[in-house]
């Protein structure tokens, strides 16, 4: 019906609005452009919108795939000027309006490009067989499976040297991502399996976080990055900072200065790189391949096309860089939607500004660190803000309740629901 | 203290039980001897106990793998006589008393062989790729990609014929999982998905269930095969009886008839192939490789060796076969356990006695038939009953809790939980 009204007064042709990606920031556009006059094609190479910031509780067990991803068509299914289509961007003709798909053209009248980031090897590209990174759900269950495996494969042998080498952990990236995976596999050698073995003890297991910079938390103030560090380091955590990854092969990595670890489960969380879209619209990209923008979200030259979320680089407002977040992707989809219906009714918009709410990292059960600001957190109150941010922005009622019943039994019985070992690694 | 108590009249050394397969046969031997003066040996290629009469709800979209499998060393983990290895089994040499496995080779006193079955092409081996069949976790998530990805490409291309083909589905085999997958399909089509896609009518999808034989659900009474008929007719499944599938490829099936069906999506739920026990120990095996084994379930010469469950080849002691369902490879691992205690106490065991406590398959939402000898119900009364029978049986209380919760939920909103589409079907 909203619809209709609109369309009295707008235009004959509804104008057609493309997003590129349903992460945080694609799926807000399209949100934000419900009772919108336009007709909308979301397009994603897979099926699913996932909560992303709980992804690496299904790389430790904790979670299942289902529990954290939703499918983008049951979200937008009451959102009838909005089509869903699973399908693989090939490159962007910016000059014709359109994109092209493995099996199509679309033209377009504005393009939101929202297709995120994955993590980088820094031109070492081999290592990622060895150390595989965590941006799909895909990562997180073969992730998981070889956490899991390399406990049961310490069980079945008789080689010491072997069984060492599978009892050592080592998380490449002390950002978020990587402090949250150091202590959960800390909390699951120490806590929620170290019962169920016979010929192993889980909880000798070496867990060590390796971080190239200063300090872990780097976006953090120092004061609670170090709060952090030893929080982790309570949990058994071996916290290595000022030191890279040289070296990556099966039998572990060696540190720039020289250290060896054997390891048969090196897991990276070091550097992001942003996907192909500056080489589809042709537009200038920052060193982490992000598409700088203007402003108004526009690379240059380009007013109907706007970049959103991850693949984005902008200024905050005040000078400082728009992180990475969740937060900062829904921010921009939802000032997307609103420019695009500025410039249809020929308005021209305010600039993007970056609300920051805070910052949140969580290390483990009762431990994590939250910065408000003036309000800074740590250990159990940061925790449970965390648990209350993540489950109250969880998308979906269904999911909320199950997890939140998965995280309250688990936190009575120690234990973690998930713990399947899937693929290439069943013996 | 009670494996004390008995270990001063007992023998000095304990003698050992070695256990391949932890299903319901080997998992409820194992557990059966939880109090005995044994040690216990349990090996499986997977790290989980997997509840099979649920799988095509994983399959389908309804549960998530999580909620239906459980790992073996969480069941196992307070029964201290009992050590959990992820191996794969290589062979066994009964004259020595010993399994070999891919790392090392385990002496026995006494085996146990529950090691299962697998789906068979009936030597046709080229058609699993066309036609997946369903046993384990990763054949479950790899159907579901293959039923949403057909979806997913019908809602992206403009090609009539090649949309019709995507909308086709054909199971394959009327047994209890033929039936449930056929029906899980066509309420998806039918209900679930009907308002999430815009350019084609999900409702339209043709379901074809296809039984060499006369009737489907040929276990069950004619009178209840009949009513599953009609129920799944009604669900808009077409049934076809009395006609084998003679070929099977990328482009669908061909009926021994002539008729050729496209199809992007044929399942495989026909004949079911014993695992290889019957080779490992050179022992006789029926025309479905499962081992022949006496009233007490020993194969010929060897009452250290007990071959339960989907393995096993026995009469229910009134001159029908054991079929090949979980109460009855529950009750052949308890008895293998008692078994054990005879022997060791130089008793004679009393042979073994199927008690058939019923038959049940259900067809769809409100739907199912029900045998319990002089009663038989179908319809509503009949999925009560399955859905309360199933709840009940799976393990662990958590699981229980959840699983009822997403039926309860998937049931008031007429939703599926799990619709992720992961691995090779990502666009």
New interface residues.
């Given amino acids: 019906m909203d619809a209709k009204r609109d369309q009295r007064c707008g235009p004959e042709r509804r104008p057609h609005v493309v997003i590129l990606g349903a992460g945080f920031g694609g799926l807000n556009a399209a949100m934000s452009l419900r009772r919108a006059p336009v007709d909308i094609t979301v397009i ?5 919108h996932l909560f992303q910031p709980l992804l690496y509780q299904v790389a430790t067990a904790g979670l ?4 954290i ?1 939703m ?1 983008i ?2 979200i937008l ?2 959102q009838s000027n ?7 961007v090939e490159s962007v003709d910016a000059a014709a309006r359109c994109v092209v798909t ?3 053209r679309i033209t377009y009248d504005y393009l939101v490009i929202a297709t995120g980031a994955r993590h980088t090897y820094f031109g070492n590209d081999a290592w990622s067989e060895y150390a595989p990174g965590l941006k799909t ?2 990562d997180a ?1 073969a992730i998981r499976a070889r956490i ?2 390399a406990f ?2 310490a ?4 080689d010491a040297a072997m069984r060492k080498r599978l009892l050592t952990f080592v998380v490449v990236g002390g950002g978020p991502t990587g402090v949250e995976l150091a202590g959960a596999i800390a909390e699951l050698a120490r806590n929620t ?1 170290v ?5 192993i003890d889980s909880s000798t297991a070496r867990v060590m976080l390796v971080e190239a910079g200063a300090h872990i938390l780097p976006t953090m103030p120092p004061c609670l990055s170090k709060k952090a560090g030893r929080q982790l380091e309570k949990l058994g955590v071996e916290v290595v900072c000022g030191n890279a990854v040289a070296d990556c092969d099966d039998s572990g990595v060696r540190l720039a200065n020289g250290t060896e670890i054997d390891s048969a489960c090196v897991l990276w969380a070091a550097g992001v790189m942003a996907s192909r879209a500056a080489k589809w619209i042709g537009a200038p990209a920052d060193r982490a391949g992000r598409v700088m923008v203007d402003a108004r979200l526009n690379p240059p030259g380009h007013g109907e096309i706007f970049v959103i979320g991850d693949t984005a680089s902008v200024g905050d407002g005040g000078g400082l860089p728009v992180p990475g977040v969740a937060p900062a992707a829904k921010q921009m989809g939802r000032y997307a939607a609103r420019a695009i219906l500025d410039d249809m009714a020929g308005r021209r918009s305010a600039p993007f500004r970056y609300r920051d709410y805070g910052n949140l990292a969580t290390i483990g059960r009762k431990a994590a660190v939250a910065d408000f600001g003036r309000a800074r957190l740590s250990g159990y109150p940061a925790w449970l803000v965390w648990n209350f941010a993540h489950l109250w922005f969880l998308v979906g009622f ?1 999911n909320r ?2 997890v939140f ?2 995280w309250a ?1 688990a936190y009575v ?1 120690n ?1 973690r ?7 290439q690694y ?2």
């Fill in positions: 994603d190479r897979r099926n699913y299942s795939p289902a529990q991803a499918p068509r049951r299914t009451r909005a089509t869903v289509l699973m399908d693989k493995g099996t199509r759900i895909a269950t899991l495996s049961e494969r069980e079945v042998t008789d399996v019962r169920d073995f016979r010929r269904r309740l199950v019943l998965d039994v019985r234990d629901a998930a713990r399947l070992i899937t693929g069943e013996a």
